[in-house]
C-alpha cells in the first residue's frame, strides 16, 4: 500500500550495532503494527499502537523498542542488533472505524534487514 | 485465540478455479473469517472478509458453511500474477492484532 512507507528498504549491519526502521502512513490510521517475517514462515507480532500514547508489546518484542513520534509515524528499534534477527519487517496501520467488520490491516512495503 | 489450519501448498494451472479451504474448529461468536494475499518481498494485502454464508468481491469469493468451523476461499480463473501465499485468519471485532499462521503457498503454472 503506498500510502505506508517504510524506510530503509534494505539495510546490511553488523553485530552490536543500533539499527532504525521506520514507518509513514498518511491514511490517518490510529492504529499502527510492526512485524516480522522470516523465510518460508508467517509474520509475527513485534509491537503494536493504538495511538500516540498507546504502545504495547507483541509475541516477540525482547531486543526491540519502538517510538510512536506522532499519529502517522512509529519506528522501531533494535538497541544492539544480533544475526538472528535478520528478517524482513514490516509495518501496518488500520482502522477500527472502517466499513470492514473487523479490524483490517495495510501493510508497508518491507524493510529487508541482515545482520552479520 | 481461534487457530487456524491451511495447507501449506497447492499447484494449480492459468485458467482454473482454486479452493483453498481453511479449518477454524474453536471459531467464537464475534470472529470474523480474513483472508490476505502476500507476493513475494510484500507485505499482505487483504482480499476479502465475512461472517457467514457467502461472500464475493472482484477478487474472490468465501464460503462460509453454517457451523463456521471452516471456510473456503475461491480464486476464479486463476492466472500466473494469483501465485502468492494465502492467509486465512480469525480476527474478532475487539482484537487488537493478527496472528498469521504459515500459509498457503499457491503456485499458478502456464
Redesign the interface.
Known amino acids: 500500500?503506498a500510502d505506508?512507507t517504510q524506510t530503509p528498504r534494505n539495510r546490511i549491519t553488523k553485530t552490536g550495532k543500533r539499527i532504525m526502521l521506520e514507518c509513514s502512513q498518511t491514511k490517518g490510521h490510529d492504529r499502527m503494527?510492526w512485524?516480522r517475517q522470516d523465510p518460508?514462515?508467517?509474520?509475527?507480532?513485534i509491537y503494536?499502537s493504538?495511538d500516540v500514547k498507546d504502545i504495547?508489546k507483541?509475541e516477540i518484542s525482547d531486543g526491540y523498542s519502538v517510538s510512536r513520534q506522532a499519529q502517522a509515524k512509529f519506528s522501531l528499534s533494535l538497541e544492539s542488533a544480533i544475526p538472528n534477527q535478520t528478517a524482513?519487517y514490516?509495518c501496518?496501520t488500520s482502522d477500527p472505524l472502517q466499513l470492514?467488520?473487523?479490524?483490517?490491516?495495510?501493510?508497508?512495503?518491507?524493510t529487508?534487514l541482515t545482520v552479520l | 485465540l481461534a487457530k487456524t489450519t491451511q495447507p501449506i501448498s497447492m499447484d494449480s494451472y492459468e485458467g482454473q478455479e482454486v479452493n483453498i479451504t481453511c479449518s477454524h474448529n474453536n471459531i467464537a461468536t464475534n470472529?470474523?473469517i480474513?483472508w490476505y494475499q502476500q507476493f513475494p518481498?510484500?507485505?499482505?494485502?487483504?482480499i476479502i472478509?465475512g461472517?457467514k454464508t457467502k461472500v464475493t468481491n472482484e477478487v474472490a469469493s468465501l464460503f462460509i458453511p453454517a457451523d463456521r468451523k471452516s471456510s473456503t476461499l475461491s480464486l476464479p480463473r486463476v492466472s500466473l500474477s494469483d501465485t502468492a501465499v494465502y492467509?486465512c485468519l480469525v480476527?474478532?471485532?475487539g482484537?487488537?492484532?493478527?496472528?498469521?499462521?504459515?500459509?498457503t503457498r499457491l503456485q499458478v503454472q502456464p
Do not use: W
Not at chain 1, 518460508?40 to 507480532?45: A, C, E, K, N, V
Not at chain 2, 482484537?95 to 500459509?103: D, I, K
Open positions: 500500500d505506508v503494527y512485524y518460508g514462515l508467517g509474520l509475527r507480532l503494536y493504538f504495547n507483541g524482513l514490516f501496518a470492514r467488520e473487523a479490524d483490517t490491516q495495510y501493510f508497508g512495503p518491507g529487508r | 470472529d470474523y480474513t518481498s510484500q507485505g499482505p494485502r487483504f472478509q461472517y492467509y480476527v474478532d471485532t482484537r487488537r492484532a493478527l496472528t498469521f499462521g504459515s500459509g
